[in-house]
């Protein structure tokens, strides 16, 4: 069961990181969007989404700085794979 959940969270990661990469390339005012959906909300639910999606929306705000687009680009990256590094559910002994 332990496994079945991990292999699940790290799916939902896996196809998460994929839309915002997908969104960024093709359509990235439409993560603005969704920060500013998000900024929009009741303190409370901008605190649920940050807890369950913090890696998501640290990536997020990460993009919308206004650092260089290298360095964003980079930085977003890195999140996304070690977000999904962590969990990565074939580890042996995991």
Not at 1 to 18: D, K, P, R, S, T
Not at 35 to 47: E, I, N, R, T
Not at 55 to 63: D, E, S, T
């Amino acid at each position: 069961m332990e496994q079945a959940f991990n292999m699940g969270i790290f799916a939902l990661f896996a196809v998460l990181w994929a839309g915002v990469a997908y969104l960024l390339f093709t359509n990235p005012g439409a993560v603005d969007s969704f920060w500013a959906w998000v900024g929009d909300q009741h303190l409370v639910v901008q605190a649920v989404i940050w807890l369950l999606l913090l890696p998501i929306m640290a990536g997020v705000w990460l993009w919308e700085t206004d650092w260089h687009i290298v360095a964003r680009i980079v930085l977003v990256a890195g999140i996304g794979f070690f977000n999904l590094y962590l969990f990565w559910p074939f580890r042996p002994g995991a």
